[in-house]
Nanobody, 126 residues
């Protein structure tokens, strides 16, 4: 069973940047989709970005397009989320997730990801 560990969260001011990292405890294959989700208290978990591990096909929520970039390091079994131009509404707990899916499309629903990290808090203040 793969385990995921996120890091890189913190507190920044509006317009700042952070890079989140998600390291997998064992090899992630090209059958995996990796995703970043975020959640605030009382709200449902929201997909931020997904990437087909290996091939690198990525997709983003409309709210983060042009500001966030998901990337991978295949050799290090690591996925990153570069977050630029941060806004207060980006404040949330961010979770890394992995799921086995076939085809180039990575599903956005949390139920399709069976492995989750513990989360890392991102706080953006004005």
């Amino acid at each position: 069973q793969v385990q995921l560990a996120e890091s890189g969260g913190g507190s920044v001011q509006v317009g700042g940047s952070l890079r989140l990292s998600c390291v997998a405890s064992s090899a992630i294959t090209s059958s995996h989709c990796m995703a970043w989700f975020r959640q605030t208290p009382g709200k449902e978990r929201e997909r931020v970005a997904t990437i087909r591990f290996g091939a690198g096909y990525s997709d983003y929520a409309d709210s983060v397009k042009e500001r966030f970039t998901i990337s991978q390091d295949y050799q290090k079994n690591t996925v990153y989320l570069q977050m630029n131009s941060l806004k207060p509404e980006d404040t949330a707990m961010y979770y890394c997730a992995a799921g086995i899916m076939y085809g180039s499309f990575c599903d956005t629903a949390p139920r399709n990801y069976d492995t989750w990290g513990q989360g890392t808090q991102v706080t953006v203040s004005s």
